[in-house]
């Protein structure tokens, strides 16, 4: 005979496994340190990449202009700006980055302990059916 609270637990837990179970469990691998330390470092990475891009961009809309007052700017002062406006642009972002991976890691652990508690009961249920029998 089929028991039905267990084979709706069961099914939950299989929905959980298929979907959200997969990236959860790849997250709470890791410690909290490595795994944010890890997503920091790619974090930092992409804003790099970003900002150059972003300061190609912005240079080539208007290179006629930058060009022609090349001579005429303090090379430095550029330089000190460039890598002012950088730093701003990485540290923010890698600030809302650790914030985003802290909710994300802290939601994976909560959701793994649900998880955990349902096989728990799962195996309860089994233990108690076989006592009966």
């Known amino acids: 005979m089929i028991n039905q609270d267990r084979l709706r637990l069961m099914t939950k837990m ?3 496994e298929a979907d959200e179970g997969k990236k959860n469990m790849a997250i709470a691998s890791y410690f909290r340190s490595d795994y944010m330390g ?3 470092i790619k974090s930092i990475v992409c804003a790099t990449i970003a900002y150059l891009i972003i300061f190609g961009l912005f240079i080539y809309y208007d290179f006629e202009t930058f060009m022609q007052d090349i001579y005429k700017m303090d090379l430095m002062a550029f330089g000190k700006n460039v890598l002012f406006y950088y730093v701003i642009f990485v540290v923010s972002y890698s600030l ?3 914030i985003v991976y802290s909710v994300r890691y802290y939601k994976a652990k909560k959701s793994l302990k649900k998880y955990y508690n349902r096989l728990k009961q799962l195996s309860a249920m089994y ?3 076989k006592r009966k029998s």
Do not use: G, K
């Open 14 to 16: 299989a929905a959980y």
């Open 38 to 40: 890890l997503q920091i």
């Open 96 to 98: 809302i980055c650790y």
């Open 127 to 129: 233990d108690l059916e």
